[in-house]
């Protein structure tokens, strides 16, 4: 790979223009020769023209419209249009650092036919639910990629890869109708296909989702959603199905957050641990009653 990867970068967003905004001002500050934009719509009330309109003499930028279907299905819409190399895809509600694409070029350059997901930082800090979803997702990162070049989870909302591969595995599977679990059953196809996958933490993405005890609840309560679906697939095509995981993994979740803050802070966050767990476990259950 001596030529500069074209790339495509893929946004799904829902009702949330002023995000959406921020995200495509991070994208024009982006220090990379060229790359298109693809922004789906996924049924918002709030018209977002207007918005993508402010940026088309700073980006190549496309906006593209369905009904309300869901991000995975909105990925799949933006990477059917996606003309780039490479599919890179992040969320309406971050901001990727400037060096963001020159980083995946780079890890491309080394892993050509790689999956490739990069660190997402909690760019709200002081609000202990954004803090507590965050520490949720770096424990996952820590527990499933002890080896960056042999990663087996990468969240959508900082994930690259090449576009070719993403359409030999049909690309998302949209029975996910949440933003819960898509991630993880793509990981698990994209690996079951024999390709790899790598994390970049060089490659920065940050993070700006506001969430309230009610909001990290119903985040928690539709990852337990969605992960009933997951195993429920896993199980319908093996009978050996190992996606749970050990005691081990949730008595050191539990303990996780002593590692990383103050003792006060840490009381707290680990109590919001435990109530993510409660809030999974009714998911899950509701998701197996209802279905």
């Not at 049909?170 to 059953?185: I, K, S």
């Not at 707290?268 to 197996?288: D, P, R």
Request: charged letters at 15%; aromatic letters at 16%.
């Amino acid at each position: 790979m001596n030529h500069i990867p074209s790339f495509s970068i893929i946004i799904p967003t829902y009702n949330r223009p002023q995000q959406l905004a921020l995200c495509l001002q991070a994208l024009v500050r982006q220090d990379y020769p060229h790359f298109e934009v693809i922004v789906v719509d996924d049924g918002s009330k709030i018209p977002l023209f207007e918005c993508v309109k402010i940026f088309k003499s700073q980006l190549d930028i496309t906006l593209l419209t369905q009904y309300n279907a869901g991000p995975a299905v909105a990925r799949n819409t933006g990477a059917a249009y996606a003309k780039g190399q490479f599919l890179a895809f992040t969320d309406d509600d971050c901001q990727p650092d400037a060096n963001w694409l020159k980083n995946l070029a780079t890890g491309f350059k080394e892993n050509p036919d790689a999956a490739i997901g990069g660190k997402v930082i909690n760019q709200l800090p002081k609000n202990i639910y954004s803090t507590a979803s965050q520490l949720l997702t770096d424990y996952l990162y820590i527990y499933y990629n002890p080896e960056y070049n042999k990663a087996r989870f990468l969240a959508t909302n900082n994930l690259a890869l090449p576009a070719k591969l993403f359409h030999a595995i049909n690309g998302f599977d949209t029975r996910f109708p949440l933003a819960a679990a898509e991630d993880r059953d793509f990981c698990y196809r994209w690996l079951n296909n024999g390709y790899a996958m790598s994390y970049v933490p060089e490659a920065l993405v940050y993070h700006n989702h506001y969430l309230s005890l009610l909001s990290f609840w119903r985040q928690q309560f539709n990852y337990g959603r969605g992960a009933f679906l997951f195993h429920q697939k896993c199980t319908k095509q093996s009978s050996n199905d190992r996606t749970l995981e050990p005691k081990s993994f949730y008595w050191n979740l539990i303990r996780y957050p002593f590692s990383k803050v103050s003792l006060f802070k840490a009381f707290i966050l680990t109590n919001l641990m435990v109530i993510s767990q409660l809030a999974i476990t009714a998911g899950y259950f509701w998701e197996s009653v209802n279905k």
